[in-house]
């Protein structure tokens, strides 16, 4: 709206510029009677200074007189706190500006000071002497005097003294209202005087009202000229109308201004028309707004110093403030003034005509507010904002002036509810106080203007509130805002402010901060921080204000936070128990917690740390700054349990990461952790980084479990480690050993209590892939002697003995040299498959015996009962293959020993924890049995088990197999051993004979062979021995019938001699023989139909047995009777002779063949098998040899 | 023509702000900025009174002794800010206008773009290139 | 469809037919490509239909607002969605326009342009099916009220073929 008008209409004259401007001012001030409210000398306390001013202001801001004409008119009164003498000078132009009235207030103690108090006084008084009507002074003495107007006895005041004191005794002052009351309406009449003289004045002859600046214009102006004396007129009429104004005459004031409008308009007199357009205005504001009499309560109270000059100014306005909201009278306009909607009109073109005038900008600028606020109150802010925007010219003009121009501006704009616009101006305000131009820059007052701007720029200083979801405003305004106050803390020498306006920057901001912007507020950050460290805790400003804390989230910016659990033989494992604390019920369907846990389970984590035990997180750090950052002092935080962290520190080097931190710590007690996130010690800046306030967490916190405090041991053993071994669950030692199959070993464990608490229990137990049977053949201990070395003791030792034992199959049903290729589908064919030649040199006894008698048995079961034979063979080898493969090669056995310990709090809360031992194996073939036969022994007690051995190893091998028989074998080398061994007994069989299987009774043979056989071998030139067993051992049915103790007892003659199996018999030519046998029933049950027989045969040593024998041999008597029933115990007899006819070697076959009658249909096809064709056989063989006599 | 060109969201954040002279940019921010209450202003005023106004070019928000501040609000709270050097007075309203029209054009483009995430920051060239043609 | 948005308004001929044409099938599609994603679970889900409806009409709006008069209050914005914005999109306006002027409003198409091929006036074959023919559109109005600053929620409801209702219920703050 200026225009260059302005410097053609008056040149600049600083001198008579409005220097002090008064934007407080409100259009009602033009009706007001400026009061000053001064305090003077130095003992009187600013608070009763206040309070009397409080009073004052609040009697006298507003009262009625009555007139001349017996008329009640309602004076309004300001009340100023300061007030520069410039001012003044425009009083002509405005006559609100005049100071008329001044009240000061002083203490006093003694004459000295009343006489100086009195002098001060009379100092305001002329300095206001253009304009004071009248003064009065508040004089508080050590006692009261009779009468107010003087002075108490003992003290005068000094002779040219002339104003009216109030001598008070103490700050009471209990009838100052009716004094001031009475000192204003002096004023009022004094005024009023005034007033009526220029009434009475003729207008044409007063001389012409000047504004300040105006002095020089009309130096050599023709003064009577037409145009000047209307001027002169127009200018009277407007100086009558503010008199009126100010007298409490509204209407003869409107009439006045209208008058003076028309007489200036006509002269062209902008400046003067524009004041009596803003009279106009007063009034009609004051008729229609007589509330907005003060505009809204300033902050009153706001920590003001007294050396500020801007707040100062402030304050003396806030003084005015306090009106009585009882005065509520709803004026209704007695005559016409301005309609709502002109009024600002009219001040638009004042401001206009103002603004011709390059002196009158201060004018100008006060109007604006004025007219804001009258606009304000119509509730038309965008009128409003439109006199405030017209105030962001830049007339040149103190520092001051601006700041105080830009801080009502931000007041009017914030009642706006232009909060953007407010901040903005605060800002321009408090950039203001530390311009260059600023003689004195106030960093204290910028900082405090510029906290003041956050709202407006929705910059909340709590980081809590600036989180990316709910964060507003403009990124760049923020940031400039942030440094501002940063840069303004830190002159204004709190670099703790500094450090964390500079943190919140960089937590807050981060994401909208050039990689640039990034690192220059790093290392800002950096240097502030080394005059005071960042710490996470609200500052408290000396205003009362409380910074929240920022912390450091992105530097180094966090990747991952992960908890991890604890080493696996460190990972506390529930005791399993007999459930009998749970009272009745097994099972509750009360699942305690359950929707708690349901709701965090996301952030719980499903294992447990253990009071007393370093818990780990590990972190991933990214530096993103382009110098290498220094992180120490990272510490986990941690809510609920006590929790001991530890330390950590980190050099991160520039822009580089993910780099790997692990943050450790040690829980105290046991229950629930939560883990919020961790603190750094980074730039200078101590942070608390909550995960929930770190970019791209996945949790907002971790809750882990913390069970009491359990020992912890360390195991060792006295084998050698393993080079590898496989599985690693909690596994924490390991031991090899390498042992012949048969052989045994000892491992020393020993268990070392590496912890804070006893060990009060340990379990052990091994755990491999072996079925059970075979594990406990492996690995055997003793555990008692373990559980009396309990309980362990911190940092004692017990050590338990593990014994080994290479548990194999010795017995392999293969032959490894023959049938090479093909797998043998009967294992037990042994000697038909293996050829004479084959048979090692060192086989002692009966070899060829051996070979024909099996011969017989072979072809004699195929003959009898093929099909079952051959059925349970093929099962039983099958079965056995399947079995025997995986260990009859050397092999590694690996197991577990799983130590499970537990003691101290821990126990009892049902905790253990569990180490293992990894154990492995080497089972080396020893000896290794490829094929087995029965003989018939030279006792009828005893038979002969035939055994293929192998030497596996490649030592020379010292085999004891049997009492006093022993072979030396050497490396690889297979011998073929005969074994004596007791008969199986028929105790043993009757076990089995009940059910009378077949596979029973095979196994109980097995076992009875085995249980009484052992092979005792020992590698020469080593330690190592061990013992083979044969278990695995399967016997045919033929093979049964010598093993097993024969259920018919046997008894021979010859030639009425009872034969012993060793006696060798001889006769003649045609000699008769007798033969008697005998049979007894051994068994607890008859037997039926017996069939008993005897043969003779000869056997041609090449597999072939005659049994035609009847040109050779006559026989004399049945060689074959039947016997019904043979009852328990009972015994047989029969007997028979035989008269052989050619020499030659003879054999008797004796045998006894039951036939039970097929007719029984109750009787199952196993006791068939088993029972019914059976035949018992005479063993050995008796053999005869027949000679010639001669 | 244009000096500074900007793109208010509904929540009265910043979208898109483009400035002649970047290296001065910050000045404009706060420009636009502070012109948002006297927008926001003048919506209200829309929504309460029957006011005749009913267009979407807002007019002159404010002006400054440099320059010149228009504004612009779509039917979907979506602001636009031009700034135009005040010593630039052969500009008319309705260039202005045109300007606003061609703006909003290039971002009604913007938002049918697939990829453009209504509520994102704007990074689309063609935008761009319609800004460059409103402030060349 | 692009076509009719940059005229803003619609030209009745053979070349718009076409484009026409083009988005129906689209449409068709679209449906039986959710309908089959959401085979599995007993319910059909067509939530994702009414979400891209409202992707489609958050932006969409913002074109078929632009040469609109500023909005005078939340029924002159129904009304254009009524008018203008049927109009642009179906080539025609809605039938009928109820309110209780508490934030229900009811639009009545006599004769839904999706749901003219599928049944002649009175047909019952589809009507299970033709919720499916509405989720878009439903979303559509929802996303266009959201970008004009009317949160809702938009049911659909028809009883008779090819006529249908969209039920615009206003979320009051």
């Known amino acids: ?1190 | 023509m244009a000096v500074c060109v900007a793109v208010i969201g509904k929540d009265n954040s910043p979208k898109y702000i483009k400035c002649v002279d970047e290296t001065n940019a910050l000045q404009f921010h706060y420009k636009v900025h502070t012109s948002i209450d006297i927008v926001e202003e003048k919506l209200n005023i829309g929504t309460k009174t029957v006011a005749d106004n009913k267009e979407l070019f807002l007019g002159m928000l404010y002006s400054t002794e440099e320059y010149k501040i228009f504004g612009y609000a779509t039917n979907t709270k979506i602001k636009f800010i031009i700034v135009l050097q005040s010593s630039n007075a052969t500009l008319r309203d309705n260039e202005v206008r045109m300007m606003f029209r061609k703006l909003h054009i290039a971002y009604a483009n913007v938002v049918s773009d697939p990829f453009y995430i209504p509520g994102d920051q704007i990074k689309s060239r063609a935008f761009d290139s319609a800004v460059s043609e409103i402030m060349s | 469809m692009k076509h009719q948005f940059v005229d803003g308004k619609s030209v009745p001929g053979a070349k718009a037919e076409a484009d026409e044409c083009l988005f129906e099938y689209l449409h068709g599609e679209i449906i039986n490509y959710v309908v089959s994603k959401s085979k599995e679970s007993s319910e059909e889900d067509l939530s994702q239909l009414e979400w891209m409806g409202f992707s489609v009409g958050y932006r969409i709006i913002e074109r078929l607002t632009r040469e609109m008069q500023r909005f005078k209050d939340e029924l002159d914005i129904i009304k254009f969605i009524c008018t203008d914005f049927w109009n642009s999109l179906y080539h025609k306006q809605v039938d009928n326009l109820r309110t209780n002027h508490h934030g229900v409003y009811v639009l009545h198409d006599n004769e839904f342009r999706l749901l003219a091929k599928i049944g002649k006036a009175g047909s019952r074959q589809y009507l299970c099916e033709s919720p499916r023919l509405l989720a878009f559109t439903c979303g559509l109005l929802r996303g266009s009220l959201a970008n004009l600053g009317v949160a809702c929620t938009v049911k659909a409801e028809v009883t008779a073929l090819p006529s249908c209702k969209f039920n615009v219920e206003v979320q009051r703050m």
């Open chain 1, 1 to 1190: 709206m200026r225009s260059a008008l302005s410097v053609i209409l008056s040149s600049p004259v600083p001198d008579n510029k409005m220097s002090h401007p008064d934007y407080e001012q409100t259009a009602h001030d033009h009706a007001t009677i400026l009061v000053l409210l001064k305090p003077v000398g130095t003992q009187i306390k600013p608070k009763t200074v206040d309070r009397l001013c409080e009073r004052i202001i609040k009697c006298g801001s507003r009262f009625t007189v009555t007139d001349s004409t017996n008329n009640q008119r309602e004076i309004l009164a300001r009340y100023v706190r300061d007030y520069p003498v410039e001012n003044t000078e425009w009083g002509d132009f405005q006559t609100h500006r005049r100071l008329l009235g001044l009240i000061t207030f002083g203490k006093y103690e003694n004459q000295t000071e009343l006489n100086e108090l009195c002098r001060l006084h009379e100092t305001f008084k002329v300095k206001y002497v253009q304009t004071l009507y009248d003064s009065r002074t508040i004089l508080i003495g050590p006692n009261a005097s009779e009468k107010l107007s003087e002075p108490p006895p003992g003290f005068t005041t000094p002779f040219n003294f002339k104003t009216t004191g109030f001598f008070y005794g103490d700050d009471l002052c209990p009838d100052l209202e009716a004094q001031i009351l009475e000192f204003l309406k002096g004023l009022f009449y004094v005024l009023d005087y005034k007033r009526l003289d220029r009434t009475r004045e003729k207008f044409d002859k007063v001389a012409l009202l000047k504004a300040p600046f105006e002095e020089k214009d009309f130096i050599g102006l023709d003064l009577e000229s037409r145009n000047n004396r209307k001027r002169c007129v127009g200018r009277a009429i407007k100086h009558l109308g503010d008199l009126s104004l100010q007298a409490g005459l509204y209407s003869d004031a409107f009439n006045n201004y209208t008058s003076a409008v028309v007489t200036l308009q006509g002269v062209n007199d902008w400046l003067w028309l524009g004041a009596a357009y803003e009279g106009q205005c007063a009034v009609s504001a004051i008729m229609l707004y007589p509330n907005l009499f003060r505009s809204p309560p300033l902050q009153r109270n706001s920590s003001l110093q007294e050396s500020s000059p801007g707040k100062q100014r402030r304050d003396s306005q806030a003084s005015t403030l306090p009106i009585s909201p009882t005065i509520d009278t709803v004026r209704t306009a007695k005559f016409q003034v301005l309609a709502p909607e002109d009024i600002s009109k009219r001040y638009r073109d004042a401001i206009v005509h103002y603004s011709k005038y390059q002196n009158a900008g201060i004018i100008e600028n006060e109007a604006s507010f004025k007219a804001s606020r009258i606009s304000i109150e119509q509730n038309c802010p965008l009128q409003a904002a439109a006199f405030l925007n017209n105030m962001f010219n830049s007339i040149p003009m103190p520092e001051k002036e601006k700041i105080d121009r830009f801080t009502t501006l931000a007041e009017l704009y914030t009642a706006l509810g232009f909060t953007r616009k407010a901040s903005f101006c605060l800002r321009h305000a408090a950039l203001h106080y530390v311009s260059q131009k600023n003689q004195n820059p106030d960093w204290q007052q910028c900082y405090n203007l510029l906290l003041q701007t956050t709202s407006g720029f929705k910059l909340s200083l709590d980081p809590a509130e600036m989180s990316p979801s709910n964060r507003r405003g403009w990124p760049s305004i923020q940031i400039q805002l942030l440094n501002e106050l940063e840069t303004a803390a830190n002159r204004m020498g709190n670099p703790a402010l500094a450090t964390r306006h500079l943190t919140f920057l960089l937590q807050t901001m981060y994401n909208y901060l050039s990689v640039n912007q990034r690192r220059d507020a790093a290392l800002q950050l950096q240097a502030v921080s080394q005059q005071c460290e960042g710490a996470p805790v609200p500052l408290v400003l000396d205003s009362g204000i409380v910074i929240p804390p920022a912390n450091l989230t992105n530097i180094p910016r966090t990747k991952s936070f992960v908890l991890k659990n604890l080493q696996p033989h460190l990972q506390p494992q529930k005791i399993e128990r007999v459930k009998e604390d749970h009272g009745p019920f097994l099972f509750t369907p009360i699942n305690f917690g359950s929707l708690d846990r349901k709701t965090i389970s996301k952030s719980k984590v499903d294992y447990l740390w253990v009071d007393g035990d370093i818990c780990e997180v590990t972190m991933q750090l990214v530096n993103p700054l382009p110098f290498e950052l220094h992180v120490s002092n990272m510490r986990l935080l941690t809510n609920g349990v006590v929790f001991e962290s530890i330390p950590e520190s980190i050099s991160i080097p520039a822009e580089s990461g993910p780099i790997a931190v692990t943050l450790a710590g040690t829980p105290r007690e046991a229950g629930e952790l939560e883990i919020l996130g961790f603190s750094t010690h980074c730039l200078g800046v101590k942070s608390d980084c909550q995960l929930k306030h770190v970019d791209s967490m996945i949790h907002q916190l971790y809750t882990v479990e913390v069970v009491p405090q359990l020992p912890k041991i360390n195991v060792e053993t006295s084998l050698p480690r393993t080079a590898s071994f496989s599985s690693a669950d909690n596994i924490v030692t390991s031991a090899s050993i390498s042992l012949y199959g048969g052989e045994s070993a000892e491992c020393t464990i020993t268990i070392t209590n590496v912890g804070q608490v006893p060990v009060e229990m340990v379990d052990i137990s091994v755990q491999s892939t072996l079925d059970s049977l075979t594990k406990s053949k492996v690995f055997r201990w003793n555990e008692e002697d373990l559980q009396t070395q309990l309980p362990l003791q911190p940092q004692t030792s017990a050590s338990i003995t593990l014994y080994m034992h290479a548990a194999m199959d010795f017995v392999v049903p293969t032959s490894r040299h023959g049938s090479t290729g093909v797998y043998p589908s009967q294992p037990n064919s042994l000697l038909s498959h293996s050829g004479p030649s084959s048979l090692p040199s060192r086989l002692s006894s009966p070899s060829h015996h051996t070979k024909r008698q099996s011969e017989i048995t072979s072809s004699f079961r195929s003959a009898t009962n093929s099909s079952t034979g051959s059925s349970s063979g093929a099962g039983s080898s099958s079965r056995l293959s399947k079995l025997a493969a995986p260990l009859h090669a050397s092999n590694v056995v690996e197991g577990q020993l799983r130590i499970k310990y537990s003691g101290a709090a821990g126990f009892g809360a049902g905790y253990c924890r569990v180490s293992s031992v990894f154990i492995a194996i080497e089972m080396l073939p020893s000896v290794q049995i490829t094929g087995w036969d029965v003989l018939p022994a030279e006792l009828p007690t005893q038979f002969y088990l035939v055994l293929d051995v192998t030497n596996m190893t490649n030592h020379e091998m010292e085999l004891n197999y049997a009492t006093n028989k022993r072979i030396y074998m050497e490396g690889r080398e297979s011998c073929r051993i005969p074994i004596p061994v007791d008969r199986c007994p028929l105790n043993k069989q009757t076990l089995v004979n009940g059910s009378g299987n077949v596979d029973d009774l095979q196994k109980v043979c097995a076992e009875h062979i085995a249980s009484l056989t052992d092979l005792n071998w020992q590698l020469l030139g080593t330690e190592s021995k061990g013992q083979a067993n044969l278990t695995g051992l399967t016997l045919t049915q033929n093979m049964l019938d010598l093993v097993r103790m024969s259920p018919l007892q046997w008894e021979i003659t010859i030639n009425e001699k009872v034969f012993k199996s060793q006696d060798e018999l001889k006769c003649t030519l045609g000699d008769c023989v007798s033969v008697g046998v005998g049979v007894s029933n051994a068994l607890e049950n008859p037997l039926k139909n017996l069939t008993l027989s005897v043969n003779l045969y000869q056997d041609h040593h090449n597999g072939v047995h005659n049994y035609r024998l009847d040109s050779r041999v006559s026989i004399a008597g049945a060689n074959k009777v039947m016997l019904p029933t043979l009852q328990e115990s009972g015994r047989a007899y029969y007997e028979c002779r035989v008269v052989f006819l050619t020499i030659g070697q003879y054999k008797f076959d004796i045998q006894c063949t039951s036939r039970e009658p097929s007719l029984n249909p109750s009787v199952t096809f196993t006791e068939l098998s088993s029972n019914a064709g059976h035949t018992w056989r005479y063993t050995p063989p008796i053999e005869i040899k027949v000679v010639d006599d001669c």
